[in-house]
């Protein structure tokens, strides 16, 4: 077992990047994103399912052309295969959990 963190104090931008941690790995994969304010993630998919929750920031998630306000406490599932794409309008953080 991993030792716990504080994932706030991992959370670190670069001008105009997009960065990952991968704080978990198994069963349950689970990695924290930074995305600079400005960036974006294009349309893509999952092999597996999973859920979503954002730590800061102000963005939109469009998961299956469904707008979704990424906002601080924002939580929300993901299916496998789901067509979904990013875009960070202020520096903005959140973690992606992939479940086998």
């Not at 979704?68 to 875009?87: C, V, Y």
């Amino acid at each position: 077992m991993a030792d716990p963190q504080n994932i706030k104090n991992l959370i670190e931008y670069s001008p105009n990047s997009i960065t990952s941690k991968v704080l978990a790995k198994g069963k349950n994969n689970v990695t924290l994103f930074c995305m600079a304010a400005g960036t974006e993630l294009g349309e893509h998919t999952s092999t597996k399912e999973g859920f979503v929750y954002v730590l800061e920031g102000d963005g939109i998630f469009l998961l299956e052309g469904r707008k979704i306000e990424m906002r601080p406490g924002i939580f929300f599932p993901m299916s496998k295969n789901a067509i979904h794409s990013l875009t960070a309008e202020k520096d903005t953080s959140f973690l992606l959990s992939l479940c086998d």
